[in-house]
C-alpha cells in the first residue's frame, strides 16, 4: 500500500471505527511505520492527526517502533497548529523506552512552553508534564525549572491538569 493510498483510506473511512484494521496494515508491513509517521507529521488536517492517532496505537503494542524518528518529531512540534495532534506527539515521547536523539534541549523547551501555553488543553498540558517528568529522571538537573513552571501554572489549571501536576512535583527528584 502507497502513502497515497493509506491516506486516503485515512480520510474515506471512519477511523474510529477502522483502529484494529490501520494497525494492522502497520503490523503486517503494508506500509511502513516512517511512511505512517511522515504523513503524521505533515501536519495536514486531518491526515495527520488520523496517521498520528493510528501511531499512538501501534505504539502501545511496538514501544520501540518509533525510535529512530523521534528526533524528528522534535523537530516537528514548535510547528503544529493542531492541539491534538500536539497531545498525540508528546504520547509518543511518553510510550517510547529509549530516546536517542540529539536534541533534548528543544523538548525540554517545547514542553516547558506547552505547560505555560493557557491556549493548550488541559490533555496537551498533562503529556507535557510526562516527558517533563521523564526527562528529569534523565536529568535531575532541569527539575528546579521544571518545578517552577509547574508551579507557577497551578492556580491556572484545571482540576485534571491539577492532579498532574501535583503527581509530578511530587515525584520529581
Not at 16 to 41: H, K, N, T, Y
Not at 111 to 119: F, G, I, K, W
Amino acid at each position: 500500500m502507497t502513502r497515497d493510498e493509506f491516506t486516503q483510506r485515512l480520510i474515506e473511512r471512519n477511523i474510529r471505527m477502522d483502529i484494529p484494521a490501520m494497525v494492522a496494515l502497520l503490523e503486517q508491513g503494508d506500509i511502513s511505520v516512517s511512511d505512517v509517521f511522515e504523513i503524521s507529521i505533515e501536519n495536514v488536517n486531518p491526515q495527520s492527526w488520523l496517521a498520528c492517532w493510528v501511531l499512538n496505537h501501534y505504539i502501545d503494542k511496538h514501544p520501540h517502533a518509533l525510535e529512530p524518528m523521534l528526533g524528528k518529531a522534535v523537530e516537528v512540534l514548535p510547528q503544529v497548529k493542531r492541539t491534538g495532534l500536539v497531545r498525540l506527539l508528546l504520547r509518543c515521547f511518553m510510550v517510547t523506552p529509549q530516546w536517542n536523539f540529539d536534541n533534548l534541549g528543544l523538548l525540554l523547551d517545547f514542553s516547558l512552553a506547552a505547560v505555560r501555553n493557557n491556549t493548550f488543553p488541559v490533555a496537551v498540558k498533562a503529556n507535557a508534564m510526562c516527558v517533563l517528568e521523564r526527562i528529569a529522571k534523565d536529568y535531575p538537573d532541569v527539575s528546579d525549572e521544571i518545578k517552577l513552571v509547574v508551579q507557577e501554572q497551578l492556580p491556572y489549571l484545571s482540576a485534571g491538569g491539577k492532579n498532574r501536576a501535583l503527581k509530578l512535583l511530587n515525584d520529581l527528584p
